[in-house]
């Protein structure tokens, strides 16, 4: 028998922390198959939509490391713990955290190869810094267990840890009080393309430092025994408190809009659809051919309606564009997803929206918002086929889609910024 | 192994500006020690400064020949991990003490052999009766080959028949290492003791050889219960009878 058979063995037989990988990866499953996979083929949007696992993973991972230090503490199994300078306790928060790494790293790589982003924008470099971190916070909840448990019992440190662990991620991560501070433990995850942002490295640097400080600090929290109860000692207090006063005053001094550099990016890819250009991330392509279908309905509509004229030449998807220009015609749809694209009344007012006019950067005039209504309901009405219906607009009644010569007229006026 | 004794000088450890046992100079020869003492005279404080787990307010603890030797210690209540198996334990206990790889196998044989669990090896702990139990946490105590072994109360809670058979072999481990055994019961130090510390409030009544005591219980009034009156009065007034 090896060696390593038997301290497996051993480590499943008697600890709760190698069980935790399995929550983990429930966790991690769940999350990962919402909303279609939406963050398939980009390795950072991909990364930091694995973070939204960490406020309820942060929580397990200390409750679990807390109890087994707990029960790694009980009369006559402490005196084994403590002998070796607490090798044993290092030990059990391995058999801990070190799964749960594997299987986040697992994940995230698998979610990689099958998204296909084997080249990701700003490269290799700044992808692997930030799972590092995330590395280090699933280790840093780890020791906030391991340092609680050394002082309560094994129910009560259990839930003391998840407890801290959880309000921690609330309070300083900025889905909680700690809006717009920096975050110390882990960033607060994304549910939106990241094309057009890198990590910044500055702010990971500060992160992995902080958390490898601060989690050896809580390692380190040294246990004085008397036989039947452990206590920090001054020294357990002073490290504690200082690991503490670590990660909140890092979240009030860091500067908290420092996380992420702005790069911007094209669409960069294009193709041709009834004559309009239509653009995309190349990373989005699993979730263009319901957009083709949406865009190529709008050609044949308005054409066979006789409204082809306020069809736009240009259709771009949505991004952290890079010195675009504004031109008439052109248009800007939603970040591409997989799955159904919204729904044609949605598409209609994208479609022929006139973003091209700097007065839309304001809040634009009541006149426009009216023509603009009626525009997108008549190309609404055109896609959906319907036949001419009759509705009530302040009063008056009004029959979509409009005739064909006042949308013209109106698109005319648009196109030079005519909007008022 | 070191196969020499240790020595105690001045002593002294306890719990902030309280309870202290101590001073304590003497010398713990290779063979078993019993030390004794009624319930809270301090014999668990004091395993617990001699195995390190609590620093000493005062004092020195130096090996006889010089050589830093190692400490395993059987608590007085071991908790063992009823699902795991015996050897699994003893191999782990091993790393922890930093027993290298090349010589663990070896060494979890060894102890399990010295407390006749060979085979038992593979079996889980919670399947063991009481008695073998106890071996194996004397085994887990032991699979470092430490030169002193700490044996916190280990009689208590054992059947007559585990506890004569755990006496032989306290007996037989202590033929080549100090073995430090706390205890209770004059039972105990009546059969297994070469030497005996009498601890009264924290105070060292006696220090010396077994035989001691019992040439001191043959003068007794009465010889047929002499030994444990001598203990007994060592034990609670520092004087003996």
Same mark, same amino acid.
């Given at each position: 028998?090896?060696?390593?058979?038997?301290?497996?063995?051993?480590?499943?037989?008697?600890?709760?922390?190698?069980?935790?990988? %399995?929550?983990?990866?429930? %966790?991690?499953?769940?999350?990962?198959?919402?909303?279609?996979?939406?963050?398939?083929?980009?390795? +950072?949007?991909?990364?930091?939509?694995?973070?939204?696992?960490?406020?309820? =993973?942060?929580?397990?991972?200390?409750?679990?490391?807390?109890?087994?230090?707990?029960?790694?503490?009980?009369?006559?199994?402490?005196?084994?713990?403590?002998?070796?300078?607490?090798?044993?306790?290092?030990?059990?928060?391995?058999?801990?955290?070190?799964?749960?790494?594997?299987?986040?790293? #697992?994940? %995230?790589? &698998?979610?990689?190869?099958?998204? $296909?982003?084997?080249?990701?924008?700003?490269?290799?470099?700044?992808?692997?810094?930030?799972?590092?971190?995330?590395?280090?916070?699933?280790?840093?909840? $780890?020791?906030?267990?391991?340092?609680?448990?050394?002082?309560?019992?094994?129910?009560?440190?259990?839930?003391?840890?998840?407890?801290?662990?959880?309000?921690? +991620?609330?309070?300083?991560?900025?889905? $909680?009080?700690?809006?717009?501070?920096?975050?110390?433990?882990?960033?607060?995850?994304?549910?939106?393309?990241?094309? $057009?942002?890198?990590?910044?490295?500055?702010? =990971?640097?500060?992160?992995? @430092?902080?958390?490898?400080?601060?989690?050896?600090?809580?390692?380190?929290?040294?246990?004085?025994? /008397?036989?039947?109860?452990?206590?920090?000692?001054?020294?357990?207090?002073?490290?504690?408190?200082?690991?503490?006063?670590?990660?909140?005053?890092?979240?009030?001094?860091?500067?908290? /809009?420092?996380?992420?550099?702005?790069?911007?990016?094209?669409?960069?890819?294009?193709?041709?659809?009834?004559?309009?250009?239509?653009?995309?991330?190349?990373?989005?392509?699993?979730?263009?051919?319901?957009?083709?279908?949406?865009?190529?309905?709008?050609?044949?509509?308005?054409?066979?309606? #006789?409204?082809?004229?306020?069809?736009?030449?240009? &259709?771009?998807?949505?991004?952290?564009?890079?010195?675009?220009?504004?031109?008439?015609?052109?248009?800007?749809?939603?970040?591409?997803?997989?799955?159904?694209?919204?729904?044609?009344?949605?598409?209609?007012?994208?479609?022929?929206?006139?973003?091209?006019?700097?007065?839309?950067?304001?809040?634009?005039?009541?006149?426009? +918002?009216?023509?603009?209504?009626?525009? @997108? @309901?008549?190309?609404?009405?055109? +896609?959906?086929?319907?036949?001419?219906?009759?509705? %009530?607009?302040?009063?008056? @009644?009004?029959?979509?889609?409009?005739?064909?010569?006042?949308?013209?007229?109106?698109?005319?006026?648009?196109? &030079?910024?005519?909007?008022? | 192994?070191?196969?020499?004794?240790?020595?105690?000088?001045?002593?002294?450890?306890?719990?902030?500006?309280?309870?202290?046992?101590?001073?304590?100079?003497?010398?713990?020869?290779?063979?078993?020690?019993?030390?004794?003492?009624?319930?809270?005279?301090?014999?668990?404080?004091?395993?617990?400064?001699?195995?390190?787990?609590?620093?000493?307010?005062?004092?020195?603890?130096? *090996?006889?020949?010089?050589?830093?030797?190692?400490?395993?210690?059987?608590?007085?209540?071991?908790?063992?991990?009823?699902?795991?198996?015996?050897?699994?334990?003893?191999?782990?206990?091993? *790393?922890?003490?930093?027993?290298?790889?090349?010589?663990?196998?070896?060494?979890?044989?060894?102890?399990?052999?010295?407390?006749?669990?060979?085979?038992?090896?593979?079996?889980?702990?919670?399947?063991?009766?009481?008695?073998?139990?106890?071996?194996?946490?004397?085994?887990?105590?032991?699979?470092?080959?430490?030169?002193?072994?700490?044996?916190?109360?280990?009689?208590?809670?054992?059947?007559?028949?585990?506890?004569?058979?755990?006496?032989?072999?306290?007996?037989?481990?202590?033929?080549?290492?100090?073995?430090?055994?706390?205890?209770?019961?004059?039972?105990?130090?009546?059969?297994?003791?070469?030497?005996?510390?009498?601890?009264?409030?924290?105070?060292?009544?006696?220090?010396?050889?077994?035989?001691?005591?019992?040439?001191?219980?043959?003068?007794?009034?009465?010889?047929?219960?002499?030994?444990?009156?001598?203990?007994?009065?060592?034990?609670?007034?520092?004087?003996?009878?």
């Amino acid at each position: 028998m090896t060696g390593l058979v038997r301290s497996v063995r051993f480590a499943i037989t008697t600890l709760v922390g190698p069980w935790a990988v %399995f929550a983990a990866l429930a %966790f991690e499953i769940t999350l990962m198959l919402q909303r279609d996979a939406v963050y398939l083929g980009e390795a +950072m949007f991909t990364l930091r939509w694995m973070a939204l696992a960490f406020l309820y =993973l942060g929580p397990v991972i200390a409750g679990v490391a807390a109890t087994d230090a707990a029960r790694l503490m009980r009369p006559g199994q402490a005196e084994l713990a403590l002998a070796r300078r607490r090798r044993r306790l290092t030990w059990a928060l391995a058999w801990c955290v070190l799964p749960i790494v594997a299987c986040h790293v #697992g994940v %995230f790589f &698998v979610a990689v190869a099958i998204g $296909g982003d084997f080249a990701p924008r700003g490269g290799w470099g700044r992808i692997l810094l930030a799972l590092l971190a995330q590395g280090l916070a699933i280790a840093w909840f $780890g020791c906030l267990g391991s340092c609680v448990g050394r002082f309560l019992p094994p129910l009560v440190a259990g839930l003391a840890a998840a407890a801290i662990g959880f309000g921690l +991620m609330l309070g300083l991560n900025s889905d $909680g009080l700690g809006t717009g501070l920096f975050e110390p433990l882990v960033d607060s995850g994304a549910s939106l393309s990241q094309i $057009g942002l890198l990590f910044a490295i500055p702010a =990971l640097l500060i992160r992995i @430092s902080l958390l490898a400080v601060t989690g050896a600090l809580l390692l380190l929290a040294p246990a004085r025994w /008397d036989g039947r109860l452990a206590l920090p000692g001054l020294l357990g207090w002073v490290l504690g408190v200082a690991a503490f006063s670590l990660v909140v005053g890092a979240a009030l001094l860091v500067p908290g /809009d420092k996380d992420f550099v702005w790069v911007g990016a094209n669409p960069d890819v294009c193709e041709e659809i009834g004559g309009i250009e239509f653009c995309y991330f190349h990373e989005h392509e699993r979730g263009v051919e319901p957009w083709r279908e949406q865009i190529s309905h709008l050609v044949v509509s308005l054409e066979t309606n #006789g409204y082809g004229a306020v069809l736009p030449t240009r &259709v771009l998807e949505w991004g952290r564009v890079a010195n675009q220009e504004a031109v008439p015609r052109q248009v800007t749809i939603g970040s591409i997803e997989p799955g159904q694209p919204p729904d044609v009344a949605t598409i209609a007012s994208w479609l022929v929206y006139p973003e091209w006019c700097p007065q839309l950067l304001e809040v634009p005039s009541d006149n426009f +918002m009216i023509d603009a209504r009626l525009m @997108s @309901s008549s190309v609404e009405a055109l +896609m959906n086929g319907a036949e001419e219906t009759e509705y %009530f607009l302040d009063g008056s @009644s009004i029959t979509y889609p409009l005739p064909v010569e006042d949308i013209e007229a109106m698109y005319q006026r648009w196109l &030079v910024c005519d909007l008022d | 192994m070191a196969s020499s004794g240790f020595r105690a000088e001045g002593f002294v450890v306890g719990y902030g500006s309280g309870f202290r046992v101590g001073p304590i100079t003497a010398t713990f020869p290779v063979g078993v020690t019993c030390l004794v003492g009624a319930n809270g005279a301090g014999k668990s404080t004091l395993f617990r400064g001699l195995a390190g787990l609590q620093k000493p307010k005062a004092g020195s603890l130096t *090996w006889t020949d010089g050589q830093a030797g190692t400490v395993g210690l059987l608590p007085q209540e071991p908790s063992l991990p009823a699902r795991a198996r015996c050897a699994d334990l003893l191999a782990h206990v091993a *790393w922890l003490q930093g027993v290298p790889r090349s010589a663990r196998a070896d060494a979890v044989s060894s102890a399990l052999e010295a407390v006749g669990l060979v085979d038992r090896a593979g079996q889980r702990i919670g399947t063991l009766s009481g008695g073998m139990r106890r071996r194996l946490a004397i085994a887990q105590a032991m699979v470092h080959s430490p030169g002193l072994l700490l044996l916190d109360e280990p009689t208590v809670g054992l059947d007559p028949k585990q506890r004569t058979g755990l006496r032989e072999l306290i007996g037989q481990i202590g033929q080549d290492r100090v073995v430090l055994v706390s205890t209770h019961l004059l039972e105990d130090v009546r059969r297994i003791a070469q030497n005996v510390i009498v601890l009264a409030e924290g105070r060292v009544t006696f220090a010396g050889a077994a035989a001691e005591l019992a040439s001191r219980a043959d003068q007794a009034a009465d010889p047929a219960d002499g030994f444990d009156a001598v203990v007994a009065d060592l034990m609670e007034t520092g004087e003996p009878a």
